[in-house]
Structures are given as C-alpha cells and as structure tokens.
C-alpha cells in the first residue's frame, strides 16, 4: 500500500498590506520543492498558508490554547479555523519578518493562538529583515521551543544583499520590500547563495519526520 506523502505548511508571518511575506514564502517553497535531501518516498507536499486570511484579533479566547480539548474548546470561529488548519500537518516552515529589533507582534499573536494544534511536531525558521531577522528568528524559536515544537538547528536568514547597516534606507532591495516589492535579483541571490542552508534545514526537518 503506497503511503500518502507528509504534509508541509509554509507559513506566510506577515499580514502586513504591502507586505514582501507572502513573495518570500512562495520562493522558500520553491526552492524547497527543488530539492529532498532526505530522498522521502513520497515527496513531501508542501502548501502556502497565510495568517493574514484568517484575519485574527488579539487573543480573545477565555481558556489558554494549552487547555484544549482536555478542558474545554475555543469559543471563537476565527480561533477554531487557524487551529484547525494548522493541526492539518506534519510539520512546518515558517517565514518571518522582524520588526524593531524582534519578532512582529501579529505574528507572535497567531502563535498565541496555537498549542494543541501543532505540539511535538518539527519545524523550520527562515527569517528575512535588515540585519537578516536574527533576532525575530531567535525569538520564534524560543517561543515555538516553550510550545513543545521540534526546532531545527539551522536556521535561514535573509539578509538584503545590497543593504548598508549605516544607510539602510539607501538600498534598493530594501526600499522596494518596504513597499512590497521582492526584487527578483534579490530573490535570485538568496535561492542561489544560501541554497545549501535551505538544504541543510529542511533535511533536518524531514529528519524529524522518519
């Protein structure tokens, strides 16, 4: 009997409007799809999944995420429906942003909202910003750790390869993602140079999921 392949969700962290989240997302799944390091038979299917269309507010459940099902359910759909899809699959990679120095406070809010859905199961950090989102990249990581989620070791960072710590504001590539625009030589750059971290974390992740 054939067994149906693992589940993948590339999880889409900004919501913001004129976001580059979504375009990166899309070529960390392209790239992803480019390669199987752990030659899984099957190979793994990998969806888009994007926390802005579950349109979530701040946390306003009664009970904590942690107490369900054992001790009751969520009272909201919104909550019920972002749980829901998230408890779909194996594992997950999850894309992103950093604001001022840490991680996106919508971002950390959809995380809020989740535990039962996803506990135990791998996942992937690929972070992008000025200074390559290390910091929103080591803060994801600390919290998906407390919820009991299988971090791997390595993590991609994105840095904006034109981009002057002193004169960041000057740089083409960033100017352009502040208005929602990846620039292809950017995206290019990354898949190209950093295609040997991409491989090394997600045969990681699949690791995880022998």
């Known amino acids: 009997m054939s067994q149906s392949p693992k589940k993948i969700a590339v999880i889409i962290g900004s919501i913001r409007p004129n976001r580059i989240g979504d375009q990166v997302a ?36 009664a009970i904590f995420p942690a107490m369900v099902p054992a001790f009751g359910e969520f009272a909201h759909e919104h909550s019920k429906a972002w749980s829901a899809e998230i408890a779909k699959y194996d594992a997950y990679v999850f894309v992103t942003a950093e604001w001022n120095g840490g991680l996106p406070g919508p971002t950390k809010n959809a995380i809020d909202y989740l535990y039962h859905a996803w506990i135990g199961k791998p996942i992937m950090i690929v972070s992008y910003g000025i200074m ?32 002057d ?23 290019e750059k990354w898949k ?7 491989t090394k974390a997600y045969g990681e992740l699949l690791a995880k999921l022998s």
């Open 26 to 61: 899309a070529m960390v799944k392209s790239v992803l799809e480019e390669t199987n390091p752990k030659n899984a038979t099957p190979t793994p299917a990998l969806s888009l999944v994007d926390i802005a269309s579950f349109n979530l507010p701040i946390f306003n459940e």
């Open 132 to 163: 390559g989102g290390l910091s929103a990249s080591e803060s994801l990581a600390k919290a998906l750790g407390v919820m009991k989620l299988q971090v791997v070791d390595t993590k991609v960072s994105l840095t904006f390869p034109d981009a």
């Open 165 to 187: 710590p002193t004169k960041q504001m000057m740089s083409p590539g960033l100017t352009n993602a502040m208005s929602g625009k990846l620039l292809e030589s950017v995206a």
């Open 192 to 198: 190209t140079e950093q295609r040997d971290e991409f």
